[in-house]
């Protein structure tokens, strides 16, 4: 019964799309004003409400594990944890695509709900396009993926989860994620009105700012807690693997994050105006190629549940409407948009538009790297596309970005001269030279991780250097956001950079009461035996850690056998310092009574969360500030209108 | 370049962010023309072996009876067959996959040594019925069928 309302609703909600879509696309004809231009708002509003109906109704059917419905049969268990019973719910095909419709539509009932700054012309185009993205989705949804098809008869047992995805990251990654990747079909919808109604104003941008802000905040935090988790959960000791899933989070946040910057021109400056909407366009573009990589079938990875041509070509198909249709309409109209402000180069806007194409660079590079293997196999000849082409190629752009990250703060609007911040540029040139001198005196450390080091070093100074001379309780929060989240990526790559870097590794195979090291750190093999959870067992090794020959740790790596579905995984153990975490994964028994035991050291590693953390953070202080202050504006302006009323009454 | 007439700003913005992504876009072409690691069978790696030390990704099933543990109990040797009775040893440092087992479908990631052993830095097996290494999959239509051959010969 559940499942047939979840279904219902779904149907609906496609049909108020249309509604939407077709109301919003006549209202350009008949103006704002008119009968059917009403219904476009409504629409958008209750189509998200009926999103969110059939979504609850998901999250029931197994929460209840209710066998008659074939996705719950197929993806989970009755013996399973409770949560996971729940977040099973999107660690499917079916799910995980409804959870993409909902945030979508959601995210439509939201601006149809509270953005009234825009003139209406252009939300009605806005919303028009908001409709017709969904409803594509709606419809790959309900023809070719329908997550609420009954199962006749009912299961006597579900087949269980992929053991891999039984742990809290699954429960929060895709939902963070998909906050963020489709999120950014607002800021699609938004350039697509602006260039339908030709509205590309820096009111326009100051709409648009929060929404992308907002879906940056979700895409960086959905990347780092991926990252944690595909660190921790998969025991290979590496924390980004350039898989084309990663790479498919990655791509929209290099879009949003140099759209994020572009729309903060306009915002301000009125200029950019052609670039922020080609970006806008860029990144959704770059959600749905993800979503078209991961959802296809054709990667096989963790990610992808299920091999399906048909869906393959749907989702490419409606890739090709929607990318093709705004890049068509993006040549159509961009001529069209007059110029905006003009700016030199030794300006703040001309650091953003050097670093927005340097992005734009790593953008094509990581574009291209993940295609590249399906385009051979086309032609038959399968490679793999690893850390050595990402790593250098990217960095190539990479560099010279975090150098004009590091100065363009400092820089005024507009026109600026070079001399003005003479001092700061000499300060940021002398640390990263300091650096490079002083690491490279170690020793034995690879150029990319050496200039990683040397770059975060300066970059984390320089990042503060906007706060000098400020007021420090006067200064907008939205400069904070700036300075931390720039910080946060100082922070980050030091963290990457010194893992690859000092990272130590230790392969061996222990006796019961044998030890061994790893950096600074003394392992003995305690003991080996058999543990068991409630839908697993598993061979549990106990280690006693030392640090330094500090105080002993006690620490359990395991390798546990799920029997539903049948799969073994190893579950590493982190030790976190400070300075570091001891990682240890316990392997296989080896001939003479020993266990393999592999362990790695890896100084400052937990820096690079800890900066997507900061980065994260940065952008919320910024949207708090842009959103608290653009309410305070609502409310002056308000006020001076009642005080203006007031003041013509007696009158 | 402030003293350039303003009328050109935004054709000198766009062209030279065209520059930069055709820049991109040839690096990357060059770059995987160079880094991509190319995956062989062992037949092709036999006959026609990639230069020592190039990375590259070799596939194939795990001979049985060929899986040798040496005395430092991390250290495995074993041999990849392939079709035309090919064979490609390997040396692999560190813990299997959970179903790389003899006479199992594999991938090895790593580079042929001057020695002719390949030297694996990652296996990648079956991990479950789920998840089979992209170059496991097409793989099966010949060797699937020599296997079933093999292990029905007993039933008989």
Do not use: C
């Not at chain 1, 066998?67 to 019973?85: C, F, G, R, T």
């Not at chain 1, 006690?554 to 190893?570: G, K, L």
């Not at chain 2, 690691?37 to 030390?53: I, K, T, W």
């Not at chain 2, 440092?93 to 479908?105: H, R, T």
């Amino acid at each position: 019964m559940i499942a047939e309302l979840g279904l219902a609703a779904l149907w609906l909600a496609a049909a108020l799309a249309f509604l939407q879509m077709a109301a919003g696309a006549l209202a350009l004809r008949a103006g704002p004003d008119s009968e059917i231009a009403r219904l476009t708002r409504p629409g958008a509003v209750v189509q998200g409400a009926l999103a969110l109906v059939s979504f609850a109704a998901l999250l029931y059917v197994f929460a209840v594990t209710d066998l008659s419905v074939a996705l719950v049969a197929a993806n989970s268990h009755s013996l399973k944890p409770w949560i996971y019973k729940v977040s099973g719910a999107w660690g499917n095909h079916e799910g995980s695509m409804l959870l993409w419709v909902t945030v979508m539509a959601l995210a439509g009932g939201l601006i149809a709900l509270v953005e009234r700054r825009l003139p209406e012309r252009t939300m009605q185009a806005t919303l028009a396009a908001q409709g017709f993205v969904a409803l594509g989705f709606y419809a790959f949804l309900l023809l070719s993926s329908n997550p609420f098809a009954r199962l006749e008869p009912a299961a006597r047992e579900g087949l269980g989860l992929n053991p891999l995805l039984q742990d809290i990251g699954l429960a929060l990654h895709p939902p963070t994620l998909y906050l963020g990747y489709v999120g950014l079909s607002v800021a699609f919808s938004f350039a697509v009105g602006a260039l339908l109604t030709r509205q590309v104003t820096p009111d326009f941008a100051r709409v648009m700012r929060p929404w992308v802000l907002g879906a940056w905040i979700f895409l960086t935090l959905g990347i780092t807690a991926g990252s944690y988790w595909a660190y921790y959960e998969l025991g290979w000791g590496g924390w980004w693997f350039w898989d084309p899933v990663e790479n498919a989070s990655l791509m929209p946040w290099l879009a949003a994050t140099a759209l994020l910057h572009s729309v903060s021109v306009l915002a301000s400056r009125d200029a950019l105006r052609v670039w922020t909407i080609m970006l806008g366009v860029v990144a959704f573009s770059m959600s749905m190629v993800g979503t078209f990589l991961v959802r296809s079938g054709i990667l096989t990875s963790v990610h992808a549940f299920a091999v399906d041509p048909e869906r393959g070509s749907f989702i490419l198909a409606l890739l090709a409407i929607y990318i093709g249709g705004a890049l068509l309409l993006f040549a159509l109209r961009a001529a069209t948009i007059s110029e905006g402000e003009r700016f030199s180069v030794a300006s703040r806007e001309g650091a953003l538009v050097f670093n927005n194409v340097m992005l734009s660079g790593i953008l094509a590079i990581v574009l291209l790297g993940t295609l590249y293997p399906l385009l051979t196999e086309a032609f038959g000849v399968r490679v793999s596309v690893g850390p050595p082409y990402f790593n250098p190629v990217s960095a190539i752009f990479a560099i010279p970005m975090f150098a004009v990250m590091a100065v363009g703060p400092l820089l005024r609007w507009r026109r600026d001269r070079w001399g003005r911040i003479g001092k700061q540029l000499a300060l940021i040139a002398a640390l990263l030279l300091a650096g490079l001198v002083l690491i490279s005196m170690i020793g034995g450390i690879a150029l990319l991780p050496l200039l990683g080091l040397a770059f975060a070093l300066a970059l984390g100074v320089a990042s503060f250097l906007p706060l000098r001379g400020r007021r420090l309780a006067r200064t907008p929060l939205a400069t904070w956001g700036m300075v931390i989240a720039h910080f946060g990526i100082a922070v980050s790559l030091f963290g990457m950079a010194s893992e690859s870097a000092f990272s130590t590794e230790r392969l061996a195979a222990l006796e019961i009461g044998q030890a061994t090291t790893v950096g600074p750190w003394q392992v003995e093999l305690a003991a080996v035996g058999p543990q068991a959870g409630p839908n697993w067992t598993a061979l549990a090794g106990q280690m006693v850690a030392r640090y330094d020959g500090g105080n002993p740790v006690e620490i359990v790596p395991m390798a546990r056998s799920f029997w539903a579905p049948p799969q073994q995984t190893s579950e590493s153990v982190l030790v976190t310092r400070w300075n570091g975490q001891l990682y240890a994964v316990l392997g296989d028994a080896a001939e003479g009574g020993r266990w393999q035991v592999r362990l790695w050291w890896k100084p400052f590693v937990t820096f690079i969360w800890y900066g997507g953390g900061l980065i994260a953070l940065g952008g919320m202080l910024s949207l708090i500030g842009r959103v608290a202050g653009d309410l305070k504006r609502r409310r002056v302006r308000r006020r001076a209108r009642q005080r203006r009323e007031d003041a013509e009454v007696p009158a | 370049m402030s003293a350039m007439k303003p009328k050109h700003q935004r054709l000198v913005l766009v062209v030279l962010a065209l520059i930069a992504l055709v820049a991109a876009a040839l690096l990357a072409v060059y770059a995987l023309r160079n880094q991509a690691s190319y995956f062989y069978l062992p037949e092709q790696m036999r006959d026609d072996p990639p230069a020592v030390g190039q990375a590259v990704r070799l596939g194939g099933m795990v001979e049985p009876g060929s899986l040798m543990t040496q005395s430092d109990g991390v250290t495995i040797n074993f041999a990849v067959t392939g079709r035309e009775s090919s064979r490609i040893p390997v040396r692999f440092s560190g813990i299997v996959p959970d179903l790389f087992v003899e006479g199992s479908g594999v991938v090895a990631e790593g580079r042929l040594g001057p020695d002719g052993v390949f030297l694996a830095d990652n296996l990648l097996a079956k991990h479950d019925e789920n998840y089979v290494p992209r170059e496991l999959e097409g793989m099966g239509e010949h060797q699937a069928a020599e296997m079933a051959e093999e292990t029905t010969v007993g039933l008989q």
